[in-house]
């Protein structure tokens, strides 16, 4: 199984990014998806997760409200939209995928097992 994340570019604040995290060689079902960002200079982060099924989410309250996620079955890609961006939302981020969570979300970046090679969001004031 791989991923692979798209979609990050450099954006003002206040705007918006819609990054993709598409699998391959596998499927998403089954899994919880996690995404995580890794700010300059920081440790790597949580920011949400969500069960395949879409059961179950949790999102970071630094992104609450502001960031949204969807998906394509058909395409095997979740789709992370991100609104009313802010400066401190500049970061590598990451999707992962974890088949072990037996249907959990998970704040836990150790608890998945595939990620993707990361996708940078700079946010500029």
């Known amino acids: 199984v791989q991923l692979q994340a798209s979609g990050g570019g450099l954006v003002q604040a206040g705007g918006s990014l819609r990054l993709s995290c598409a699998v391959s060689g596998g499927t998403f079902r089954g899994s919880s998806v996690g995404w995580f960002r890794q700010p300059p200079g920081k440790e790597r982060e949580f920011v949400l997760s969500?069960?395949?099924?879409?059961?179950?989410?949790d999102y970071a309250d630094s992104v609450k409200g502001r960031f949204t996620i969807s998906r394509d079955n058909a395409k095997n890609t979740l789709y992370l939209q991100m609104n009313s961006l802010k400066p401190e939302d500049t970061a590598v981020y990451y999707c992962?995928?974890?088949?072990?969570?037996?249907?959990?979300?998970?704040?836990?970046?150790?608890?998945?097992?595939?990620w993707g090679q990361g996708t940078q969001v700079t946010v500029s004031s």
């Open positions: 992962a995928a974890g088949f072990q969570l037996g249907g959990y979300v998970s704040r836990k970046y150790y608890e998945y097992d595939y």
């Open positions: 969500i069960t395949w099924s879409g059961i179950s989410a």
